[in-house]
């Protein structure tokens, strides 16, 4: 995956088609409130509302992850996305929608350490792509 240019936090925003083919976007629903039940595909729009990068949902019940990675140094900063589905479908994707797929481990929530642990693995592996 080529080097991230630099990009506003809020420029690539998330939308998603519903099986019924409705959509919503970031702004006007939360993360927490996309219905996974009936999710189709998962979208990431530039700033104009363009698609950059999409995926539609495997079949069956996966969980459905996305995070927003900001990584700032001296220079630049630097935005990328992590988006998948449990157990190992996932991408982290640049701003402009280039994509690598990354190993993932989602770890229960509740647990502060193991969510720590979580945000460390993900920020090594962003270290180790330069991004």
Not at 2 to 17: K, M, Q, T, Y
Request: aromatic share 10%; no cysteine; proline share 5%.
């Amino acid at each position: 995956m080529p080097a991230l240019e630099p990009v506003s936090a809020d420029a690539v925003l998330w939308e998603v088609v519903y099986d019924d083919d409705s959509t919503a976007k970031e702004g006007t629903i939360k993360y927490a409130e996309i219905d996974r039940t009936k999710l189709k595909t998962f979208r990431l729009l530039n700033g104009n509302g363009d698609v950059i990068w999409t995926r539609d949902a495997p079949n069956g019940n996966h969980p459905f992850v996305y995070r927003r990675r900001t990584t700032m140094n001296a220079v630049q900063k630097s935005v990328a996305f992590l988006v998948g589905w449990e157990p190992n479908n996932f991408w982290l994707v640049d701003a402009d929608g280039n994509e690598e797929e990354v190993d993932f481990k989602v770890r229960p929530h509740h647990d502060y350490q193991v969510r720590q642990h979580e945000n460390e693995s993900v920020n090594a592996q962003l270290n180790r792509r330069n991004l």
